[in-house]
């Protein structure tokens, strides 16, 4: 699992809080974080770097953010930050992945995170108005400077990934990581993202699926719909499991998403510590939810089906809130 911080910085959540969220996660043995030069405070740049920066320093010490040479990262968690994407204001971003500023955003990074390399370094959103092969054969420059240890997209299609994978000259096998939207909220990945999933496992990428929750309070909202954990007549099967099995019905769906992906680093958000701290516990491999027996395994895919009938007919299966579309 990973630690996503766009809600630390990108609302109005307060640093103290921001910070207690990651380390509640590291706490729980997390040990990917997932941050961007997009997550940050409408009146600054690289707020949410400059947060998980702080945090690492101080447990990790500073020695181990700038190392380039270390591959365990002085045991740190591995940070995955993206670039090309940028808050214009309090409600706007824009995608802007043209080579000349993607090496800026790189340098940006790298001072926000007090780093000598990023440790991944993602492209966050496609441009419209820029070849692919061009905006990530910029990362891959910044790769062989060695300013970037590894290099990967978010947000790309199966068709803009296969292509990139497959063009010459564009250094498609610097694309070691895929970040996409997966949320357990849907009964099944749609079928671009299915096809990307069954791409990525083909050609040996590692896939980050973000928002598996379907964005804050999405989850709440889709539990109250049948009752949910208020303790309303008629609560949901989800909530009963999760009552019955003592942990909660975000654990459960989480489970049931990484049962379904067995590779996948699920990105997942938080504003609470409890929040971070339960979803990390979850996603550890050694947390009874990693080893359902099959009758377990059963109860659990009727209780999530039931969850996404109700969501389907509730919310409509369309993915997100509009505020999830600039993360
Ligand atoms: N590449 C991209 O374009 C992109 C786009 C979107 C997101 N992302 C990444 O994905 C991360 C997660 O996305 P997201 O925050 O939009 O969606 P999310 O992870 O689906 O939802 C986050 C919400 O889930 C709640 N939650 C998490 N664990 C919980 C638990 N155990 N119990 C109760 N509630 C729990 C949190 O509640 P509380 O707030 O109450 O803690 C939080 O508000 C972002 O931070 C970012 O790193 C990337």
Redesign the pocket.
């Known amino acids: 699992m990973?630690a996503?911080?766009?809600?630390?910085s990108v609302g109005d959540l307060d640093d103290a809080s921001g910070r207690a969220?990651l380390e509640a996660a590291l706490d729980a043995g997390v040990q990917v974080v997932?941050?961007?030069g997009a997550?940050t405070r409408a009146d600054s740049a690289h707020h949410n770097e400059e947060l998980v920066a702080d945090v690492l320093a101080r447990r990790y010490g500073t020695a181990s953010l700038g190392d380039a040479a270390d591959p365990s990262h002085g045991g740190r968690p591995v940070v995955v930050t993206?670039v090309g994407?940028h808050r214009t204001g309090a409600a706007s971003w824009d995608v802007d992945a043209r080579p000349e500023v993607l090496h800026r955003d790189v340098r940006g990074s790298l001072r926000a995170l007090r780093a000598e390399a990023l440790d991944v370094c993602?492209l966050?959103?496609p441009d419209p108005a820029v070849p692919l092969e061009e905006s990530v054969g910029a990362l891959a420059d910044a790769q062989r400077e060695g300013l970037v240890r590894a290099v990967g997209v978010?947000?790309a299609t199966a068709e803009q990934l296969d292509a990139l994978l497959g063009a010459p000259g564009a250094d498609g096998a610097a694309v070691a990581v895929l970040?996409?939207?997966l949320?357990a909220l849907e009964a099944a990945p749609a079928p671009g993202t299915q096809a990307l999933l069954a791409l990525c496992e083909r050609a040996g990428v590692q896939v980050m699926g973000?928002?598996?929750?379907?964005?804050?309070?999405?989850?709440?909202r889709a539990l109250a719909a049948r009752g949910g954990d208020a303790g309303a007549a008629e609560p949901s099967p989800l909530a009963e499991l999760a009552r019955a099995w003592g942990c909660?019905?975000?654990?459960l769906l989480?489970a049931w998403l990484l049962q379904a992906h067995p590779r996948l680093t699920a990105?997942?958000?938080?504003?609470?510590p409890?929040?971070?701290?339960?979803?990390a516990a979850?996603g550890a491999p050694d947390h009874p939810l990693a080893h359902l027996t099959a009758g377990q395994h059963r109860d659990l895919s009727a209780a999530v089906a039931e969850l996404h009938a109700r969501t389907a007919t509730t919310q409509g299966s369309a993915p997100s809130d509009s505020s999830?579309?600039?993360?």
């Open positions: 990973a996503g911080g766009a809600s630390w969220c997932d941050t961007a997550y993206k994407h993602l966050h959103w978010s947000n970040q996409t939207r949320s973000y928002a598996p929750f379907g964005g804050p309070g999405r989850l709440w909660s019905a975000h654990q989480l990105v997942v958000g938080s504003t609470r409890a929040s971070a701290r339960e979803a979850a999830e579309d600039h993360r």
